[in-house]
């Protein structure tokens, strides 16, 4: 599977973006899907996740940012509102693939998306 995420850019502060991760090529199935970030100098960070029993959301962005999916496009997208300049940061989805009906998930990452927020 190729995940393709998109959508990042430059806003201001309070301003919105959407990002969208894509899942291309064979596979059996996805489970969860989850976007991650990691912003200079600091770890990566769980940012939201969306499976079959709902979304959790890292504490930092919980009541701003939305995640949401299309399985028929095989598509996650996650909608930031009210940003600010901490949540400037390069934006990673991550997918838990199965390629085969018997098989595990396989965790698989996309490239990442750069999201800057400043004035």
């Known amino acids: 599977v190729q995940l393709q995420a998109s959508g990042g850019g430059l806003v201001q502060p309070g301003g919105s973006l959407r990002l969208s991760c894509e899942a291309t090529g064979m596979f059996f199935s996805i489970g969860s899907m989850n976007w991650y970030r990691q912003a200079p100098g600091k770890q990566r960070e769980l940012v939201a996740t969306?499976?079959?029993?709902?979304?959790n959301y890292g504490d930092s962005v919980k009541g701003r940012f939305t995640i949401s999916r299309d399985n028929a496009k095989d598509r996650a997208y996650l909608q930031m509102n009210n940003l600010k300049p901490d949540d400037t940061a390069t934006y990673y989805c991550l997918a838990y693939v199965r390629y085969g009906a018997g098989s595990h998930y396989t965790k698989e990452w996309g490239q990442g998306t750069l999201v800057t927020v400043s004035s």
């Open positions: 969306i499976a079959d029993d709902g979304t």
